[in-house]
């Protein structure tokens, strides 16, 4: 008899939610885990005494849109979300800010005061845009097919006259699309700043869709977890126990064992040996393949494009609260898109392009403990900086050297928007592309794992043949996380989408 029905290799949230659902239709479930914690990039630790600090995602967003949370009854097992309105906070650092409320009509009727026609353009976006977005998030919860992009188009041009109209659109770069819609740079940029967080830039091609997911962020809203985004992980890991699996931690895999052509167990680097009926990885796609013996990874695996690092981040904790210079405290509240104007963006990316990191980045600000006191002490704050774009491999020297001077770049970026804040620091954190490599095992420091192009979303992800969640040519492989569909960030549907074939193969049940 094996050990397990199911081994999953890696505790990230996604095979973290693979192994609750697999444990909760009644499969024998073994999770193996490298760090000494759960959780992956959604995990948290007091890093500083008194302050709690995210060691990657932090603002969960894509997962509400889902039924994962529910389904799995995680607020049974300590998960409490606290909601966040406003969900954004626009700032340039000169004028007014604006910000994206939960209501949408409060939003447009906000940046009509502001902006006088901007909040009528706002509602015509969403009136076009929200039947796209939704049709996206349905393909995102489910098993991608060789016809997902066709239905997508469909839904995006609707009928009528403006159906060719609206395909072009979803074809062209996401920045050209904004400015469309938006006169007024000081809305169009933030946006486009929002939808930079995938990764490509306003000006590629086929990048429209990361703009035109806007609509859900009002239908989901935007939360976090009482005491960190390791709230979600955690409570998945007791939920895992209590359906009856195991999970185990500073048990990192070495090679996932194979018999007869299947997957059949994992041996650790500590030599102990666990055997299975099947093995699922929620690690990066390359682990994964250096896991498995050479005649089982194809040349595709091998050609799959990480990218060259993506985002930096600085964790602050400071003795004071945030001050931002237009003196509104909802600024701490929602994600901050600090953003001066849309070529500072594009001329971060330039530099990104040269191997050097950029000197003037717009950033996300997130000073949660507005929201949740458990984060810092009272009248202090924990400040989560992330800024675009850094390169994990640098046209000179290297990330030893330059580690203060990219950090620097943040902080003076930063009191552009809210000055006063470098004298408040008391402890920091700086996760560079090359720290997210060696401590997050994210190779390359590309926090999406893999890069969220065209060419690498959909059935195309991790690569034509492997979109199914199955590592193909070896059975009872299956493959979850951000290296499958639909990509990074806090979502869970990967991990809910794999577990659904998974359930469906190894019991007589099925998906219920």
């Given at each position: 008899m094996p050990d397990y029905d199911l081994i999953v290799m890696g505790a990230g949230h996604n095979a973290l939610i693979t192994a609750a659902y697999a444990a909760r239709a009644g499969l024998k479930v073994g999770v193996f885990e490298r760090r000494h914690m759960v959780g992956g990039a959604v995990s948290t630790e007091e890093l500083v005494p008194g302050y709690r600090f995210d060691y990657g995602g932090s603002a969960h967003i894509l997962i509400r849109l889902t039924p994962v949370v529910r389904e799995l009854e995680l607020s049974r097992f300590g998960l409490h979300y606290l909601e966040l309105d406003p969900l954004f906070h626009a700032y340039d650092g000169?004028?007014?800010?604006?910000?994206?409320?939960?209501?949408?009509e409060r939003t447009a009727a906000e940046l009509d005061t502001l902006f006088p026609g901007q909040g009528e353009a706002y509602r015509r976006f969403l009136r076009d845009w929200t039947p796209f977005a939704e049709a996206v998030s349905d393909l995102f919860m489910q098993s991608p097919g060789p016809l997902e992009l066709g239905r997508m188009g469909m839904k995006a041009t609707g009928k009528g006259q403006n159906a060719a109209r609206n395909l072009a659109r979803i074809l062209r770069p996401y920045g050209e699309v904004a400015r469309e819609y938006f006169s007024e740079e000081r809305v169009s940029a933030p946006l486009s700043w929002m939808a930079?967080?995938?990764?490509?830039?306003?000006?590629?091609?086929?990048?429209?869709?990361?703009?035109?997911?806007?609509?859900l962020y009002h239908k989901g809203g935007v939360a976090r977890p009482?005491?960190?985004?390791?709230?979600l992980t955690k409570a998945l890991a007791r939920a895992i126990e209590a359906y009856g699996g195991e999970v185990h931690v500073n048990a990192p895999v070495q090679d996932i064992l194979v018999e007869g052509g299947r997957a059949a167990g994992v041996r650790l680097e500590s030599?102990?040996?666990?055997?299975?009926?099947?093995?699922?990885?929620?690690a990066h796609i390359n682990w994964t393949a250096k896991a498995l013996p050479a005649e089982y990874v194809p040349q595709a695996a091998r050609d799959v494009r990480v990218g060259n690092g993506f985002g930096l981040i600085l964790r602050l904790a400071l003795d004071g609260q945030v001050q931002y210079r237009h003196g509104q405290d909802e600024g701490r509240t929602g994600l901050g898109l600090l953003i001066k104007d849309e070529r500072q963006l594009m001329k971060g990316y330039g530099e990104y392009l040269a191997g050097e990191p950029t000197?003037?980045?717009?950033?996300?600000?997130?000073?949660?403990?507005?929201?949740?006191?458990?984060?810092?002490?009272?009248?202090?704050?924990?400040?989560?900086?992330?800024?675009?774009?850094?390169?994990?491999?640098?046209?000179?020297?290297?990330?030893t050297e330059r580690t203060a001077e990219a950090r620097d770049s943040v902080l003076n970026a930063f009191e552009h928007y809210a000055p006063g804040t470098r004298e408040r620091i008391v402890g920091e954190l700086v996760q560079t592309p090359e720290w997210l490599a060696q401590h997050l095992h994210l190779p390359r420091g590309n926090v999406m794992h893999l890069e969220m192009t065209m060419d690498q979303m959909f059935s195309l992800r991790p690569w034509l043949g492997a979109g199914m969640y199955r590592w193909p040519g070896l059975k009872n492989m299956y493959l979850t996380g951000a290296s499958t569909h639909p990509g990074g960030g806090i979502m869970g549907a990967s991990g809910r989408n794999a577990a659904r074939v998974i359930v469906a193969e190894l019991t007589r049940r099925g998906w219920r």
């Open positions: 000169e004028g007014q800010p604006w910000y994206v409320w939960r209501d949408p930079a967080q995938s990764g490509p830039p306003p000006s590629d091609p086929l990048s429209a869709p990361f703009l035109l997911w806007h609509p009482k005491g960190g985004s390791g709230g030599g102990e040996v666990y055997t299975a009926r099947a093995v699922a990885s929620g000197r003037d980045p717009p950033i996300i600000a997130m000073s949660f403990s507005a929201v949740d006191d458990s984060l810092a002490p009272p009248g202090s704050d924990v400040l989560w900086l992330w800024a675009q774009y850094y390169p994990y491999e640098l046209a000179q020297g290297n990330w």
